[in-house]
């Protein structure tokens, strides 16, 4: 199954997200068998990130659940919240890149 995973940081943690920002990109790089596709969001292109989005492939929310509190991100306690959908692509011919 596919899920979308939408992170939201806590508000001012930016310095905190730099800090662990190595740790994340080589962890992703790690599970990118089922985190699919990852990164940042923004208002604007340089603002600090608010959160990221991930497009996950895993048999259950729960195997996501249990794949993202291993990420960095999550361990250093800058993850304010998190909300994990089921998605769908809308046109099969699609690749993820």
Known sequence: ???AVLFTDKPGH????????QAHVDWV?????MVLVAGSLRNEPSDVPRGG???????????V?????TDPFWTC???Q??????WRKALD???LV
């Open 53 to 63: 989005l991930w497009i996950v492939e895993a048999p259950s929310k729960d195997v």
């Open 93 to 95: 011919q699609q690749v």
């Open 65 to 69: 659940h249990a794949l993202m509190r």
């Open 77 to 79: 306690g800058l993850r």
């Open 1 to 3: 199954m596919l899920f």
């Open 14 to 21: 930016g310095p905190l997200r730099a800090e662990h920002l």
């Open 81 to 86: 919240g998190v909300e994990v959908l089921h």
């Open 29 to 33: 790089a790690q599970h990118q068998d």
